[in-house]
Structures are given as C-alpha cells and as structure tokens.
C-alpha cells in the first residue's frame, strides 16, 4: 500500500466521481433528441428513437461519439455547445464531499489533476472555478490524446507528463476497468469509487466516498 512519504499526486475521474452523471445525461439523451425534434418537427420520441439508433451506430469505440460539435454538426443543429449546456446547467451537480476533499489535499502539499475520458467542453462547464483552480493539470483523454479510453498508456502519459512514477499517484473513479485496473496494471495507486455502497467492500481498495482518501492518507493531511 502506498504511503504518504510516496505519494505526489492525486487523481480524479470527473463523471460519477466529481459530478454526477445528471448533466451528461441531460445533455445526451434529453438535450440532442429534443432540439432535433424541435428543428425537424418530429415527436421527441421519434427523434429519440432516432438519435439512440445513430448513437448506437457510432458506438463508444469512435471518438466521434464523445465530440458534441460531431453531433451538433450531424443534425444540422442551430445550435452552440454552449447554448445546449446552458439549458441544463441546472443539472450539474459537484458531490459534497468534493470541495473539502480536494482543499484538504492541497493544503497538505499534494498536486491535484483531473484524468477524465470527457472531453474538455464538459469537464469545463460543470467543474466550477473555485474548485478547477485547485488542479494544475486536466487530462482528458478524448480532447488531448484522441483516446477513447483511459488505458494503461493513458496513464503513462499523464505521470510522464507529470514527472512521477506510477507508484507517486493516488487516482480515484467509478469505473472498475478504467478507473481501476488499468491505472494498476502500472503500478498508480488506484481507489475504485462506489457512491451508491452497493459493491461489497471485498477489499480495500474499494471506497464509497473521498473522505475515505483523507483518511488513508490522513497522517500528512
Ligand atoms: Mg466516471
């Protein structure tokens, strides 16, 4: 397990980790439907059923489905990023913990980033300045590295961009394989989030919250 006296860096996932998914959601699966109905006349189911089969057909292997502008562009929407991310900001929600956490780390010496498969539109629009300018880094790896995933060369090319070694960061997200196994098949000191508590806690590496962080690297924080 690592120690404080190793560690230099702690690492976030954004969605489902520092907001919940409600935005992205939104955006998606409310947001795109609704505005090509709007601008083709179309029922919203229509225009859901539509949009779902085409997202579908893209899939999550293609970089394309990640890029707003790609579908703004496909339905000829007259419409920003922006403009579309505005209608729903009311859904952007920062988990709780997530303010205390990241300041508490700080103050203790450590350099916070962000390692997020999003691209850089939606991780901009729904972390709030006071807590964006607590990173010095934000890594996403469809914007910056033309991945779709976050896999183990990822995660090189974040600590060499950094300057650690795997074994110097602490990184935290919700999803088991890129959240989790991959950051540890290099040796990075990876948490796997479960906010819901419904994964049994079979080791200790699973947490239900960021607090849990602080507490294992509590000696120095
Ligand atoms: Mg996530």
Known sequence: MATEEDVKVFSFDVDGTLVSKSFTDAVWLRGIPE????????SIEDAYAIIKSDYERVGDESIEWYRIDYWLRKY????????????????????ED?????????SAGYDLVISSNATMEFIE?????????LFSHIFSATSHFGEVKKSNSFYTRVCQILNVEPHQMVHVGDHWVFDFLNPREIGINAYFLDRSGSTNKWHRYIINSLEEVLKMFGDKV
Do not use: D
């Open 35 to 42: 505005a090509y109905a709007e601008q083709k006349g179309l």
């Open 125 to 133: 629009f729904q972390i709030p300045p006071v807590i964006r300018r």
């Open 98 to 106: 997530v303010e205390h956490v990241l300041k508490e780390l700080r």
């Open 76 to 95: 000829g929407l007259e419409l920003t990023p922006e403009e579309l991310f505005t209608r729903y900001r009311n859904e952007v929600h920062v988990y």
